[in-house]
């Protein structure tokens, strides 16, 4: 199994980013994925799930202002964040639900 997670970068409150996370060494169209982030000092916590028949679910803190989608044909999960807040600012990281494995993660810092 591997997780490669990019896109993460520097970005001003209001602004936008789009994750993604290149997954293989599983089947990922039967896989419930997830996206996790970890802030300084914090645990990590759960953002996002999706389901391979297309549910979704969010944490309260993001919802409306989040969106996870996938690809299967690629392997390939996404979180578009919008309205981004410094509250927002963690090391992103994705997973197939109930896995141990993660991958490097992606920094996201929301600044002015």
């Known amino acids: 199994v591997q997780l490669v997670e990019s896109g993460g970068g520097l970005v001003q409150p209001g602004g936008s980013l789009r994750l993604s996370c290149a997954a293989s060494?599983?089947?990922?169209?039967?896989?419930?994925m997830t996206w996790h982030r970890q802030a300084p000092g914090k645990a990590r916590e759960w953002v996002a799930s999706?389901?391979?028949?297309?549910?979704?679910f969010y944490t309260d803190s993001v919802q409306g202002r989040f969106t996870i989608s996938r690809d299967d044909t690629n392997a390939t999960l996404f979180l578009q964040m919008n309205t981004l807040k410094p509250e927002d600012t963690a090391v992103y990281y994705c997973?197939?639900?109930?896995?141990?494995?993660w991958g490097q993660g992606t920094q996201v810092t929301v600044s002015s």
């Open positions: 997973q197939e639900a109930g896995s141990t494995t």
């Open positions: 060494g599983f089947p990922f169209d039967e896989a419930i």
């Open positions: 999706m389901f391979p028949g297309g549910a979704t």
